[in-house]
């Protein structure tokens, strides 16, 4: 696998059945999940920043508004996962905010110290999620000189690429990522617009480099897709 510090987004990185409380015999019966409609929000910016949350079903959108009110989406994450975990660092209040983006999203809530216990008992999960926040860090700093230095295409065929490399599956020779991301995910994770990514998407597949529906993209050779 390639250095994931190259990504953009993570999916289907199961930390829920690692961490939850409800996996732990001495919280089973006293913790509880939290439901969310499509479009709720789980907190806002500048909300105390008590908890970690992870993902038992559904995703969940993070970002923040821009003082004229352009929505800044920062990261898709969908179920296993974690998010809040800045909390962790000193994180006193939060700078994004986090919403649910199917219906039905359940998330599973831990207060900070409920963490901090659980990876003082394991030094091994507490590595691995100090190892999450970086690679996030790295990541968005990643964004940022890709929409500082490089055009729409290019961002949004690096987004193909490095999706592939993490969540790509390989069927003969060419590579399948199963993805929920509409079109306007991908723009809002790209700093594109919809008609952008739509546009481009296009054209690489009637040059025949990819193929794609609601549920899949294909790529068919990732060497010829620059």
């Known amino acids: ?120 008992d394991d030094k091994e999960l507490s590595f691995k999620i100090y190892k999450l926040i970086g690679l996030r860090i790295r990541k968005l700093e990643r964004k940022i000189e890709s929409l500082v230095f490089k055009d729409a295409r290019t961002r949004i065929i690096e987004f193909l690429k490095e999706a592939a490399e993490w969540k790509g599956k390989k069927v003969g020779f060419e590579t399948m990522i199963p993805t929920k991301l509409t079109h306007k995910d991908i723009a809002n994770l790209t700093g594109t617009s919809r008609q952008t990514v739509t546009t481009i998407l296009n054209e690489l597949k009637e040059a025949n480099l990819i193929n794609f529906d609601r549920r899949k993209i294909l790529i068919r050779d990732l060497d010829k897709l620059k």
Request: with cysteine; aromatic share 12%.
């Open 1 to 120: 696998m390639s250095d994931t510090s190259n990504l953009w987004y993570f999916q289907d990185v199961d930390l829920f059945n690692m961490l939850c409380p409800t996996k732990t015999k001495s919280m089973h019966e006293t913790h509880e999940f939290t439901n969310y409609g499509k479009g709720e929000f789980v907190y806002f910016a500048e909300e105390p920043a008590k908890y970690i949350y992870m993902i038992a079903e559904g995703r969940i959108k993070l970002g923040h508004y821009t003082e004229d009110g352009k929505e800044v989406v920062k990261a898709i994450l969908g179920t296993g996962e974690i998010f809040g975990e800045l909390a962790l660092t000193g994180e006193e209040r939060r700078g994004d905010f986090a919403q649910a983006m199917d219906e039905s999203t359940t998330v599973c809530p831990v207060s900070i110290d409920e963490m901090r216990g659980m990876m003082a």
